[in-house]
């Protein structure tokens, strides 16, 4: 069983910076054998992978993140982490924490990954 629980986001203004966690609990398998990532999904919008990590350290992100948002991991603790800065009003949505065995590192494929947190809201005003 994987578990995955986001904590972090809130409300900022545009120009401001956020940070995510995700800290995962994994019962048969190493961390290191997922590939992790996060996900978004703004309100009547489809979701959207926003960064990827895969477990050799390889990162993808989403062109309009590029450059303002660094995912990291701390494979000691079992932690992913998104810090998001030079927010903009349409950054606005749920982050998912999301996570599989070998998925890659393309941040496009993460919307089909099998592990899914419950979310945590951001939301950046003008």
């Known amino acids: 069983q994987v578990r995955l629980v986001e904590s972090g986001g809130g409300s900022a203004q545009a120009g401001g910076s956020l940070g995510l966690s995700c800290a995962a609990s994994?019962?048969?398998?190493?961390?290191?054998?997922?590939?992790m990532g996060w996900l978004r999904q703004a309100p009547g919008k489809s979701p959207e992978g926003v960064a990827v990590m895969d477990s050799d350290g390889s990162t993808d992100y989403l062109d309009s993140v590029k450059g303002r948002f660094i995912i990291s991991r701390n494979n000691a603790n079992n932690t992913l982490y998104l810090q998001m800065n030079s927010l903009k009003p349409e950054d606005t949505a749920m982050y998912y924490c999301?996570?599989?065995?070998?998925?890659?590192?393309?941040?496009?494929?993460?919307?089909?990954?099998?592990?899914r947190g419950q979310g945590t809201q951001v939301t950046v005003s003008s």
């Open positions: 999301v996570a599989d065995v070998r998925g890659g590192s393309v941040v496009s494929w993460i919307k089909d990954y099998n592990f």
């Open positions: 994994l019962s048969a398998r190493s961390f290191t054998d997922y590939s």
